[in-house]
């Protein structure tokens, strides 16, 4: 009986002695979803609840820890209530984050956050297992109305205010967010040459043309160069958020002004006008404009033609507005192309001439030999 005791005595004094707040090692014997089961050598084992394995509540306990990991946990409770040992593994995290929080701080250097919930004025965001204040207006370069989009999104941050005594620790990606586009700024302008080729995406829209992010840095389209035809206003061509392909047409580096072109990269119609358009063909257009010696009609975007007040009509017209109107559908012939003068000249009597001598020859082709048998017999 005395060996009983003397063997039960010997695995006592093997046992650890815990403490509460001590910091101690053990080895994961268990994970679920809701716990973490520790061995540190006490006579019962450790249990980590799932409130106590982080402060980021959607992680996973399997994701942190593998049977077999040593950890480090912190001692809440020798006794919980059922024999085991309460423990904590956000609380050695805890105070290992806050030290890296602090010398971040001081180094400046960039910390990535995982924004877990939303307050009032602000989010809360994980970084090195601290619960951390992001205010609303630090959490991007523009304004955000819902804040509730960026929960579970991981991002770059820097630490602008920290004490540990408050634990408190507030975070800014606002000032990354900035430096980052300087940084690609200083990119694109030291790159940035005339007649380059880039992609962008519109960012704003203006009366007077289109701004367009090509990569940190906004250029503009002005309106004269968003298409070859005339464009009242740029939403007529583009929208935000639309990708777009632009020519670098001129820079200034000083004063970070970028002029983009669109039209340029599309087909100029004068450049296929004596392709598409041969002398005597007649084809349908729109008159746009007109003044004291004739009206100009819109072949296609951006290609006009003029009838010379002359050839409007076969009879007298004193001035275009008599015999047109401004959107009037016509029917022209194309008397001359001029590519290299950028000049059309169109005729709207030799259109409509030519169409009553081909419907006259229709009318006399339709004509029958019996027609012509019993014509003759009257």
């Known amino acids: 009986m005395s060996d009983m005791f003397n063997f039960m005595d010997e695995i006592e004094k093997s046992m650890v002695r815990l403490h509460r707040g001590e910091v101690v090692t053990g080895k994961v014997i268990n994970v679920t979803d809701n716990e973490i089961m520790v061995n540190v050598g006490?006579?019962?084992?450790?249990?980590?609840?799932?409130?106590?394995?982080?402060?980021?509540?959607?992680?996973?306990?399997?994701?942190?820890?593998?049977?077999?990991?040593?950890?480090?946990?912190?001692?809440?409770?020798?006794?919980?209530?059922?024999?085991?040992?309460?423990?904590?593994?956000?609380?050695?995290?805890?105070?290992?984050?806050?030290?890296?929080?602090?010398?971040?701080?001081?180094?400046?250097?960039?910390?990535?956050?995982?924004v877990v919930e939303v307050v009032r004025g602000g989010a809360i965001a994980i970084a090195r297992g601290i619960r951390c204040f992001i205010p609303a207006s630090q959490i991007s370069d523009t304004f955000v109305e819902d804040l509730s989009t960026f929960v579970g999104k991981k991002f770059n941050t820097r630490v602008i205010e920290i004490d540990r005594r408050k634990n408190k620790a507030v975070l800014s990606r606002k000032v990354v967010l900035k430096e980052e586009k300087e940084e690609a700024k200083k990119d694109v302008l030291g790159k940035i040459e005339k007649g380059q080729k880039i992609k962008g995406s519109v960012r704003n829209i203006a009366d007077f043309g289109a701004f367009v992010d090509i990569g940190g840095i906004d250029g503009l389209i002005h309106i004269s160069d968003l298409s070859w035809n005339r464009v009242k206003h740029p939403s007529q061509i583009l929208k935000v958020g639309d990708e777009v392909e632009v020519e670098v047409l001129d820079f200034d580096k000083d004063k970070e002004r970028i002029s983009l072109g669109l039209k340029q990269l599309q087909p100029q119609p004068w450049d296929l006008a004596e392709q598409n358009y041969a002398t005597g063909d007649i084809v349908e257009g729109k008159?746009?404009?007109?003044?004291?010696?004739?009206?100009?009609?819109?072949?296609?975007?951006?290609?006009?033609?003029?009838?010379?007040?002359?050839?409007?009509?076969?009879?007298?017209?004193?001035?275009?507005?008599?015999?047109?109107?401004?959107?009037?559908?016509?029917?022209?012939?194309?008397?001359?192309?001029?590519?290299?003068?950028?000049?059309?000249?169109?005729?709207?009597?030799?259109?409509?001439?030519?169409?009553?001598?081909a419907e006259f020859t229709n009318d006399e082709s339709s004509v029958t030999i019996g027609d012509v048998i019993n014509s003759d017999e009257k």
């Open 42 to 114: 006490y006579k019962s084992d450790g249990i980590i609840p799932k409130e106590e394995i982080s402060n980021d509540y959607s992680v996973n306990p399997k994701t942190l820890v593998n049977i077999g990991d040593e950890i480090k946990v912190y001692v809440i409770k020798v006794d919980d209530g059922e024999g085991n040992v309460l423990l904590s593994k956000k609380r050695v995290d805890m105070e290992k984050g806050w030290e890296d929080l602090e010398k971040i701080k001081d180094s400046n250097a960039i910390i990535e956050a995982k």
């Open 287 to 357: 008159v746009v404009r007109m003044v004291d010696y004739g009206a100009f009609v819109e072949l296609e975007p951006g290609l006009d033609g003029l009838v010379h007040i002359s050839e409007i009509s076969e009879g007298y017209v004193k001035k275009p507005s008599e015999a047109l109107e401004i959107g009037q559908i016509v029917k022209v012939k194309v008397l001359e192309v001029n590519a290299e003068q950028k000049r059309i000249s169109l005729s709207i009597s030799a259109a409509n001439k030519t169409e009553g001598e």
